[in-house]
């Protein structure tokens, strides 16, 4: 059980390609985290995968637990248990966090089955107190007026009540201070479990501190360079992308 | 998917008062003459709705003065859309009674408007009056309770013919006054042929808890083509009216043209909620305005998404100090359609203020209008007026214009006008649907949210059936 990443090849609208040829597989129960410089496609394999409608997928094929991602819509790969945090979440006026998770969670309902509103709240509440997140953030619209931190830590927020089964965390530590950092490494943490897997897109070294990866893969100019354990991370916290160079595709 | 949200709050006593059991009534037809002034407008017209209403000699004279005035006018076409051109006024049959208005037979009615009855479920009963199955439907029953209570406080609730007959002391003073018959060429029409709609009075301080609703009128004139609305509301009253429904309403008539007004006296205070949602072929050009004396207050709260061509520009007159006017708008304007409102605010007296938020959604290619006045002369201190206009554009032929025109003169003024358009962005989009919501159900997600602090003004009743009304609009609209 595994998401599979193979050869896969994207470009813009106009035709510029971001990704050359990634191969990548992330096995359920385990943790990889992806590193590279400004520019290497980290956000747009994110967004690929996700099926953004700014990419065209040029060659390769993407499969979650054997199903083939690329043939779905955004909203069907997310129903068969894609999640992106992203890294600028999208701000909803006029609707309410609350109402919000309730319609992503009632999506994944049979037809004619209702969301129970006392359970789901329940739910909702403890995960909010989990998160340090004031209770009413239920009223407020998504991501409106929010601070970087408050819309990271919502994202948590809806990965841990939509449990999906491979979760892409793009640049989540992006814009946190250390006590927002270790709150989301603490619902990210929550949620591992050998059925789940997780990609954690980062520039920094810090975020795996926090959120000890199983594996560490570098990007650059459109696929992964290099992959190895934790200590890669290290490695490039250390020396940079120089060594990169050396190792770019022709 | 239809997505209840939930209110924030329940005022139990607003629900307990518009839960009226709609599920009395009796279907039969009572006996009823039939009349009918044929086709087109002439003197004989007129005499035939005087005859058959029995109007004193005023009205009578009122109504003859009234069409001298509408064929004198022209056509407003000049900024007004050319589509006014295809009204033909010859063709329009000016007085119909219950028994000779055309009926349709079930298989006549369309299936998307079955469909919206059955998902803002509508009783049965009422779906055959609203679908033009049935010429008329009987509310008396469910109307009797409150007209009780309503008399027994001293509050008169009549229609237009009855109340200028029985209660001229009260409602010849202020009839015409608010609107003059010549303030357009269809409030002079409305003037000339105007019938059923409601004549209200409130007395000296009392505050009516329950919404008075036009439905309790139910009968084919209050759904008519050219209703007359006056409510007055004594010193310190208060009250709230609604009229419409926000199920379609198939109507064989293609002008409507009504007339509402609205009389505040000091320190009252009036709510006037409308959801309009007429069939596609009417022409529904409407003139509405308050009289807001010192520290009273007229709030209008207007949602049109039918018709083919809605013009209505709600209205307050600002004449003793402290008065305050607002005009909360909210319109849907899908492929076929033109909704051109907005409101007119005139300021007649220091220290009044004025408030207009109105936002407006085009879908397919529907086209939405908003016009606003805003006038302050230079001899008045202290008046605020703040505008907010906000536009939607769903899709790439969508259209939408905005017409401000605002005068303020003097320098002791604060005056404030913002305008949005913005569509659905694809980021948001993308970021709803990478939750597992379809994309259909987002752009209901998004568009609701645009309205949504709108909405929350209307009485919950109508606020729930809105937001599944918007949800079924733009089904069809998302590609």
Redesign the interface.
């Known amino acids: 059980m595994s998401l599979l990443i193979e050869n896969l090849h994207a470009s813009l609208e106009d035709g510029t390609p971001i990704l050359k040829g990634v191969n990548l597989e992330i096995p359920a129960g385990e943790v990889h985290a992806i590193m590279g410089p400004n520019g290497s496609g980290k956000s747009t394999l994110s967004k690929v995968i996700?099926?953004?409608?700014?990419y065209k997928v040029t060659a390769g094929s993407v499969t979650m637990d054997g199903v083939d991602v690329l043939e779905l819509?955004?909203?069907q790969?997310?129903?068969a248990g894609l999640?992106?945090a992203?890294q600028y979440?999208?701000?909803?006026?006029?609707?309410?966090n609350?109402?919000?998770?309730r319609?992503?969670l009632?999506?994944?309902l049979p037809k004619g089955e209702e969301l129970d509103?006392v359970a789901y709240y329940k739910n909702l509440y403890a995960k909010m107190d989990l998160l340090e997140i004031n209770r009413k953030f239920t009223?407020r619209?998504v991501n409106e007026g929010f601070s970087g931190g408050e819309k990271k830590r919502n994202e948590i927020l809806?990965l841990m009540m939509?449990e999906p089964t491979y979760v892409i965390l793009d640049e989540t530590d992006s814009g946190l201070d250390i006590d927002a950092l270790k709150i989301v490494a603490k619902g990210v943490n929550a949620m591992r479990s050998a059925h789940r897997g997780f990609l954690l897109i980062t520039h920094y070294q810090r975020l795996l501190d926090y959120i000890a990866p199983d594996h560490v893969h570098v990007m650059a100019a459109g696929q992964i360079v290099r992959s190895g354990g934790a200590d890669l991370a290290l490695e490039l916290e250390e020396n940079g992308y120089d060594f990169l160079k050396e190792l770019a595709p022709a | 998917m239809s997505l209840e949200l939930l209110p924030d709050t329940l005022d139990t006593d607003t629900v307990e008062a518009v839960n009226i059991d709609r599920s009395i009534g009796d279907f039969t037809f009572p006996e009823r003459n039939k009349f009918d002034a044929g086709r087109g407008l002439t003197e004989k017209t007129i005499d035939y709705i005087s005859d058959v209403k029995n109007d004193p000699q005023w009205v009578r004279e009122f109504r003859h003065r009234a069409l001298k005035v509408f064929r004198d006018k022209p056509m407003p076409t000049n900024w007004a859309t050319h589509d006014l051109d295809n009204i033909d006024f010859d063709q329009i049959r000016y007085y119909l009674s219950d028994g000779e208005k055309p009926k349709r037979s079930w298989d006549d009615v369309p299936a998307d408007v079955l469909e919206t009855f059955e998902r803002l479920g509508i009783p049965q009963q009422e779906r055959a009056f609203l679908a033009g199955v049935e010429a008329q439907f009987d509310s008396e029953a469910a109307y009797s309770n409150v007209k009780e209570e309503l008399t027994k406080q001293g509050v008169i609730f009549v229609n237009s013919s009855e109340g200028l007959k029985e209660h001229e002391e009260i409602f010849r003073p202020w009839f015409g006054k608010v609107i003059p018959t010549g303030d357009n060429k269809f409030s002079a029409l409305n003037s000339a042929v105007f019938s059923g709609g409601s004549f209200i009075y409130i007395p000296k301080g009392l505050k009516l808890k329950q919404p008075l609703q036009a439905y309790f009128r139910i009968n084919s004139e209050s759904f008519g083509q050219f209703e007359r609305t006056l409510i007055i509301a004594d010193e310190g009253a208060e009250l709230m009216y609604m009229e419409g429904c926000t199920a379609p309403k198939f109507e064989t008539a293609t002008l409507h043209s009504a007339v509402v007004e609205l009389v505040a006296l000091k320190g009252a205070k009036i709510q006037y909620v409308t959801v309009q949602n007429w069939s596609s072929n009417v022409f529904n050009l409407v003139t509405k305005r308050g009289l807001a004396m010192e520290d009273a207050e007229v709030r209008w709260i207007d949602c049109n998404i039918g018709s083919r061509l809605t013009m209505k520009y709600p209205g307050v007159i600002m004449k003793g100090r402290r008065a305050r006017g607002e005009v909360i708008s909210i319109a849907l304007a899908n492929t076929g359609q033109h909704q051109d409102t907005g409101a007119k605010m005139i300021h007649a007296a220091d220290e009044t203020t004025s408030n207009v938020v109105s936002k407006s959604i085009s879908v397919g290619t529907g086209r939405a209008t908003y016009r606003g006045q805003v006038f302050i002369p230079k001899h008045l201190k202290g008046c605020k007026n703040n505008t907010e206009c906000d536009a939607l554009l769903i899709n790439n032929k969508s259209r939408t214009d905005t017409y401000p025109a605002i005068t303020v003169k003097g320098n002791q003024h604060a005056t404030q006008h913002e305008a949005s358009v913005s569509q659905v962005s694809r980021e948001m989009l993308f970021y709803m649907m990478q939750r597992g919501i379809s994309e259909g159900a987002a752009m209901s997600l998004a568009v609701n949210g645009f309205i949504n602090d709108l909405v929350r003004e209307f009485p919950m009743e109508y606020s729930v059936e809105l937001k599944r009304l918007i949800d079924l609009e733009m089904e069809g609209s998302v590609g």
Request: negative net charge; glycine residues 6%; proline residues 6%.
């Open positions: 996700a099926g953004h409608e700014a819509d955004i909203d790969r997310s129903r999640f992106l992203f979440p999208a701000e909803v006026p006029g609707v309410s609350a109402n919000f998770i319609a992503a009632q999506a994944r509103a009223a619209s809806q939509l």
